[in-house]
C-alpha cells in the first residue's frame, strides 16, 4: 500500500523538476537572445558609424607617423606584462604561490577568454590552467575578478576628469557636486572590506565560491598600483597611436589617458560584449574626434582593436611557451 501512495508523489516530483529544468533552460536561451541582441545592434550603429566616417577620409593628406607605431604595441605589452605580475601577487595572497613566469602565463593564455561571449571563460581558462599547480578552482576563478573589479574601479577614477570638461558637462545632465560624489564613491569602493563585499555579492550572484581571506589595505595597495599601471600604459599606448594618425601636443596625453580608461571599464561591465567589442569603439569613435577629428578617429578606433587583438595573440603564444617550458 506504502508503494502505491509513494509512486505519485515520486512521479510528480519528477515533473516537477523537469518543468524546473525547462524554466531555466528557457530563462538562459532569453538571456542569451538578449545579449546577442544588444551585440548585434551595438556593432550596426557603431560599424556604420566608423564606415561612414572612414569613407570620407582623405587618404593623399594623410600622414601616419610610423614612429609612434611600435611604442603603442610596446606600451600595450607593458600594460599586459603588470596584469600578469598582478596574478602572481594575488595568487600569493590568497595563500596559492605559484612561479612569476606561470602567473603571466596563466593571465595572457586565460585573457583569451574575454573573446567569447559572456566573459565567463576567462575564469574556466584560469581554472584549468592552475589545476595543473594544485590551485584550487575557488582561488584560480576569483583572480580575474578581483582583476576586473579593480580595473573598473581604477579607471573609472582615472576617467573622473572627463566629467568635469565642458564637452561632458553639456551632454550629461548631471551635476559637478554629483561628480564629486561619484569620484568619493569609487574611493570608497577601493577599500578591501567594501570591494571584497560586493565581489562576494558577484560571486554569489555568479554561483562561485565565496572569497574567505581577509585582506588589509597595506596588503591591496601594490596590487591596486600594478592595476593603475596597467591603465597609465594602456593609455599611453592609445596616446601613440593616436599621435601616429595625427599631430597631438604632449598637453593631450591626459585627457586620452582618460578616455582609454572609460572605453576599458564601460568594455568590461558590458557582458554581452565579447571584449568589450562595439563598447569601446563606441566611446573611442565619440569622445577621440575632439582630439583628431571625426574621420581620423573612425580609422583610428579600427587601428586601436587590431593592436589590441594582435597583443592579446602575441602575448597567448607567449604564454603557451612558457607552459611548454617551465
Known amino acids: 500500500m506504502n508503494t502505491d501512495t509513494e509512486h505519485p508523489i515520486s512521479e510528480a516530483n519528477t515533473q516537477k523538476d523537469s518543468r524546473t529544468k525547462n524554466n531555466k533552460s528557457a530563462q538562459q536561451w532569453c538571456l542569451r537572445l538578449g545579449k546577442f541582441f544588444l551585440l ?13 566616417r572612414v569613407s570620407g577620409l582623405d587618404w593623399h593628406g594623410l600622414n601616419i607617423d610610423f614612429r609612434f607605431l611600435p611604442l603603442a604595441l610596446l606600451f600595450l605589452i607593458s600594460g599586459r606584462i603588470l596584469m600578469g605580475i598582478f596574478y602572481e601577487r594575488l595568487l600569493y595572497l590568497l595563500n596559492s604561490p605559484v612561479p612569476r613566469s606561470v602567473a ?3 593571465c595572457w593564455v586565460a585573457g583569451i577568454g574575454k573573446y567569447v561571449p559572456g566573459k565567463v571563460a576567462i575564469l574556466a581558462n584560469s581554472v584549468y590552467l592552475l589545476s595543473f599547480y594544485k590551485i584550487r578552482a575557488a582561488v584560480a576563478a576569483i583572480i580575474p575578478v578581483l582583476n576586473n573589479g579593480m580595473a573598473v574601479l581604477i579607471s573609472l577614477l582615472l576617467a ?13 545632465p548631471f551635476s559637478r557636486m554629483g561628480f564629486v560624489l561619484l569620484i568619493i564613491a569609487g574611493c570608497v569602493a577601493l577599500w578591501p572590506p567594501f570591494f571584497l563585499g ?6 554569489g550572484l555568479m554561483k562561485r565560491p565565496r572569497i574567505t581571506v581577509r585582506l588589509t589595505f597595506g596588503q591591496m595597495f601594490f596590487p591596486l598600483c600594478i592595476i593603475l599601471g596597467q591603465c597609465l600604459l594602456t593609455g599611453l599606448s592609445t596616446w601613440c597611436m593616436a599621435r601616429a594618425v595625427a599631430p597631438l601636443d604632449a598637453a593631450s596625453i591626459l585627457p586620452i589617458v582618460s578616455v582609454n580608461a572609460m572605453a576599458g571599464a564601460l568594455g568590461i561591465l558590458a557582458l554581452f560584449a565579447p571584449a568589450g567589442i562595439g563598447v569601446r569603439e563606441g566611446v573611442f569613435l565619440v569622445m577621440l574626434s575632439q582630439f583628431v577629428g571625426e574621420e581620423s578617429a573612425a580609422l583610428l578606433t579600427i587601428c586601436l582593436r587590431l593592436l589590441q587583438i594582435i597583443t592579446d595573440v602575441l ?5 603557451m611557451a612558457v607552459f611548454r617550458v617551465v
Not at 548585434?40 to 564606415?51: P, R, T, W
Not at 573622473?160 to 550629461?172: A, M
Not at 602575448?315 to 604564454?319: E, K, P
Open 40 to 52: 548585434a545592434v551595438m556593432l550596426y550603429f557603431v560599424g556604420a558609424a566608423i564606415i561612414e
Open 104 to 106: 603571466m602565463s596563466v
Open 160 to 172: 573622473s576628469p572627463l566629467l568635469f570638461s565642458s564637452w561632458t558637462y553639456g551632454q550629461i
Open 198 to 203: 560586493m565581489i562576494n555579492i558577484l560571486l
Open 315 to 319: 602575448m597567448a603564444a607567449l604564454g
